[in-house]
Each structure stands twice: as structure tokens, then as C-alpha cells.
């Protein structure tokens, strides 16, 4: 059985994403999974003991589905269960987006359900200095989410207001992009970012890397992003790679060269 997940279904819910460490980049409450519920769709698969066998959860730009997460328990893999929670979390309408992982079964499973390979999404960490800026100011996410709807595929308002609330956030633009920067213990983790054109995401990024000042930076850039060598021949290196996969609607709205998504939102 699949089924919404409530707010007293979290915690087991909860010791499943912990199971795959995805919660390491939320240290409290709230996390990514009540960005799920609140804007999107967290489907779970109960076990007879109050737990959780896996779940899954999208969340919604616009009239954009990204999918941010589908995870089965090991024990409980090639059962049919992520087969019957992707199914559910697909059967909205209109242009679907995701981040598949390394595994080519994953990709295989996307590809069953109309989403295709756009591009490498590359997960990048390195120093934040000695890097070009340009000049930045503090704004509001309702002054961001305009250049967000044109690059992302699609408009989520309410998302990056409550992402700007989470501690450690701050929303940084020039004229014609912006950026979201997340302080953590020791890196500021850079995403959702866009801009108007390739070369204003792009400034937009750095002007908030230079505004936040870390000793180091993390940051998910897709494969056609101008700024992947930019990093890498600033010494940054890649962690970890996934695919940004879209169905054909989704991939004629997102602007992967204009755009910075963040690891768990998109």
C-alpha cells in the first residue's frame, strides 16, 4: 500500500532518508521533505510496525513536476514498490523533470515512464576564492522568482519563500539574475540560481559566492552550464554526478545553461 504521507507519518519516513544519508544536509527541522508536502506530493509505503518501506516525493514549479526523491529499503528493492510509488507520483499531468543517479536502472525506469537523458548534472565543491564577481545585493524571493519561473521551467513563489526562511539562507541578484546561498558549518552550498541568460546566471553566482565569503563551496551545476569550467579550472573538483532527465514538455522549458538547481529542491 502507498499512501500520503502525514505529518505523523515524518519520522518514519524520516529514518529511511537517514538510511541513505540525505539528511545530512539538514541538520533540523524543516527539511526537504516538508518542502515536499507543503508543494508538492510525499507518498510513502507503511510497514506493519508504524515504519516506512521507502517513498517518494515531487515537488511542483508551476505546472512543472520535479521529482525530488524515490528511495526503497534495501531489503524491499526489486519488489515492484518504487515501481508502484514512481507510477503514483508521475499521474499528475503536464512536463516532469528528475535527477536520476549513476544507477543505470534507474535512468532505465525514467526512461520507461517518457523522461529522457538531457544532460550530466555535476555536484562541485572547491574554494570560493580567487574566483571573478561580480556585484550583488540582498533581495526577496518575490523579486527572484520571475528570472527563478524563466530558467527552472516554471514558477514556485511559494517555495523559495520558504526556502529563504530556512536558517542560513540568503537570496542574493544582479539586474538580470539571482542566487540562493546556504551557509553551513564549513561551506555555503549555492542553488537554486538563474538568470536571464547563461552569462547573468552565471555572474549571479558568483557575485553570491563573493558576498558569502566561505572557505569552501558546493554547488549542482548541469553538464552545458557555462560556468563548469570555470570552476574546474578553478581547482574545483566532482564529487558526484546524476543525469537531469525531462519528458519532452519539461525539456523544451528548462534552461539548463541558465540555471542552478538545488540538490533537494530543484
Do not use: N
Amino acid at each position: 500500500m502507498v499512501r500520503v504521507a502525514t505529518a505523523d507519518d515524518l519520522p518514519a519516513v524520516r529514518r529511511v532518508a537517514r538510511r541513505f544519508g540525505l539528511l545530512e544536509g539538514w541538520p533540523g527541522t524543516p527539511d526537504f521533505l516538508d518542502a515536499e508536502r507543503a508543494f508538492g506530493r510525499l507518498l510513502f509505503a507503511p510497514d506493519d510496525a508504524g515504519g516506512a518501506l521507502g517513498f517518494g516525493g515531487t515537488l511542483r514549479r508551476g505546472g512543472l513536476t520535479h521529482l525530488g526523491d524515490l528511495f526503497v529499503l534495501p531489503e524491499r528493492q526489486s519488489s515492484g514498490l518504487g515501481r508502484t510509488l514512481l507510477t503514483e507520483l508521475l499521474r499528475e499531468s503536464g512536463p516532469k523533470v528528475t535527477f536520476a543517479s549513476s544507477d543505470p536502472r534507474a535512468i532505465a525506469l525514467y526512461v520507461r515512464h517518457g523522461l529522457r537523458p538531457l544532460t550530466p548534472l555535476l555536484y562541485l565543491t572547491g574554494p570560493a576564492t580567487r574566483l571573478p564577481a561580480a556585484t550583488v545585493l540582498r533581495t526577496r524571493p518575490e523579486d527572484a522568482a520571475p528570472l527563478d519561473a524563466t530558467s527552472s521551467g516554471g514558477d514556485r513563489g511559494a517555495t523559495l519563500a520558504w526556502y529563504a526562511a530556512v536558517p542560513g539562507v540568503t537570496l542574493y541578484a544582479t539586474d538580470r539574475g539571482y542566487a540562493a546561498a546556504r551557509e553551513r558549518a564549513d561551506h555555503v552550498l549555492i542553488g537554486p540560481a538563474g538568470g536571464a541568460t547563461p552569462h547573468d546566471c552565471a555572474d549571479a553566482v558568483l557575485g553570491a559566492l563573493a558576498a558569502a565569503r566561505p572557505a569552501g563551496a558546493r554547488i549542482a551545476l548541469p553538464g552545458t552550464h557555462p560556468l563548469v569550467p570555470v570552476l574546474i579550472g578553478a581547482g574545483w573538483r566532482i564529487m558526484d554526478m546524476d543525469t537531469l532527465m525531462a519528458d519532452d514538455e519539461a525539456g523544451a522549458l528548462i534552461q539548463p545553461d541558465r540555471y542552478v538547481p538545488h540538490p533537494d529542491l530543484g
